[in-house]
């Protein structure tokens, strides 16, 4: 009977130890993911804090002087660390002008491309801004914040993304008008100068955008026509303020 009695126990211990394991398993198991539930959460709830959104999903970034904008539809990207990473900009200290590389493609349809990337995580790419063909402004990005466009210049730069015909790279006129205008009033906002406008091929040496990199005497002109448009909403303003 005794010698029953001590199997039982021995049964009964090893059971409570394999019952202890388990149990021991399951608890760690659960700190881990509630700790890394927390941490997640953490960083999209930074991310968010950058750039509030009113409920007529235009961007609300303070005390913003609006006069000299250009029309602009504002169509934020989700957060995600492949388009929106929600990083703030350390400063704006230059304005990056590109080109889609895909003739005949649409604004909207480069920031939905911006935008699925969160789910296809195939790269990590996007633009503030991006001009259409018919001169048509989408902003995906608040200016708050960087986007994947510069490379090394991605933390203190705005970047513009311009849609073209045909493989030349030659900008519409209209999307060359929206251009000038919204880089003249960036400028204006964020008291640029003409030489603070750079070709992301000055950053990397891309042939990107590619008719302002094989026609240098065209870039230059753009800048100028920037600056001109930059000088002229200054002077509308003050005249304005009359």
């Known amino acids: 009977m005794r010698k029953r009695r001590v199997r039982r126990r021995g049964k009964k211990d090893r059971r409570q130890q394999i019952l202890l394991r388990v149990l021991s398993v399951v608890i760690v198991v659960s700190a881990v993911l509630l700790v890394g539930s927390f941490a997640l959460q953490k960083w999209k709830n930074r991310a968010l804090q950058a ?73 990590k790419v ?6 259409g063909l018919e001169g048509e402004i989408i902003q995906c990005i608040p200016t708050k914040e960087i986007a994947y466009a510069s490379n090394n210049r991605n933390t203190d730069t705005l970047s513009i993304e311009c849609c073209h015909p045909d493989e ?21 906002r964020f008291s640029l100068e003409k030489d603070d406008v750079i070709r992301h091929y000055d950053v990397t040496g891309k042939d990107c955008p590619r008719y302002f990199v ?6 230059e002109q753009f800048k100028e026509d920037v600056q001109t448009r930059k000088n002229e909403i200054i002077s509308e303003e003050q005249q304005e303020k009359k």
């Open 51 to 123: 750039e509030p959104v009113d409920s007529e999903n235009e961007a609300v970034e303070g005390d913003i002087d609006w006069f000299g904008a250009p029309e602009i539809d504002v169509e934020l990207l989700t957060v995600n660390p492949y388009s929106r990473p929600g990083i703030a900009l350390k400063a704006v200290k230059g304005i990056v002008v590109h080109y889609t590389a895909n003739p005949g493609s649409s604004a909207v349809a480069n920031r939905n491309y911006f935008e699925k990337l969160k789910d296809s995580q195939d790269t």
């Open 126 to 131: 996007s633009s503030h801004f991006v001009v």
């Open 168 to 188: 030349t790279g030659e900008f519409t006129e209209d999307t060359y008008d929206s251009l000038v205008q919204l880089t003249a009033w960036l400028c204006k």
């Open 214 to 219: 094989q026609n240098e005497d065209a870039w």
